[in-house]
């Protein structure tokens, strides 16, 4: 990925987060990228890339042999809401996230949006689980049948996630 592309990805996430979050979720995002391990999916239109989502290992203690990721950040440009934006990203993350073999996906989000894609609230832990005060924002998608049925116990996410502070629903609408 060329360092125009990276620009143009942590500006998504600056932008589409706002003042509030923008700074953080840009710092995040830039971390992210960096990282190997990172999957990043984009959407262009006009030539310049308008919304992304990020990918990262997420890992059951107990169960090192599950292939998990988590998805944090997702930001499309404010402009480009309501366009069909997410939804060309979250059907273009899932088909390469099956691709690329793994198990299941989780993601701490907006209960009313990632169902529309398989997501569904999960009773497995988040890496603070006494933070959980809105557990129906926890969601898990499985990718292979009957994978996440058998996950359980602690969770760890890259260092950079695994901050409470992330994981605290409270200050969340």
Same mark, same amino acid.
């Given at each position: ?20 979050? @923008?700074?953080?979720? *840009?710092?995040?995002? %830039? ?8 999957? #990043? !999916?984009?959407?262009? $239109? ?28 997702? @930001?499309?440009?404010? *402009?480009?809401?309501? %366009? ?8 273009? #993350? !899932?088909?390469?996230? $099956? ?75």
């Amino acid at each position: 990925m060329n360092h125009a592309d990276i620009d143009a990805i942590i500006e998504v996430h600056r932008l589409a987060f706002g003042k509030e979050e @923008g700074e953080d979720v *840009a710092q995040l995002a %830039r971390d992210f990228l960096s990282l190997p391990d990172t999957i #990043s !999916i984009s959407s262009e $239109r006009d030539g310049k890339i308008v919304g992304n989502v990020l990918f990262t290992p997420f890992n059951f203690v107990d169960h090192p042999d599950t292939n998990c990721y988590l998805l944090a950040p997702f @930001g499309v440009l404010p *402009a480009y809401q309501g %366009r069909g934006v997410g939804k060309e990203i979250m059907e273009a #993350s !899932i088909e390469h996230l $099956r691709s690329v073999r793994t198990d299941a996906v989780f993601v701490l989000g907006v209960p009313t949006f990632y169902p529309r894609y398989g997501f569904a609230p999960t009773d497995k832990q988040t890496p603070y689980p006494d933070l959980m005060t809105a557990p129906e924002a926890w969601m898990a998608l499985e990718l292979t049948e009957g994978s996440a049925q058998k996950l359980s116990g602690k969770t760890k996410a890259i260092p950079q996630f695994m901050q409470s502070h992330w994981w605290d629903t409270s200050q969340h609408g």
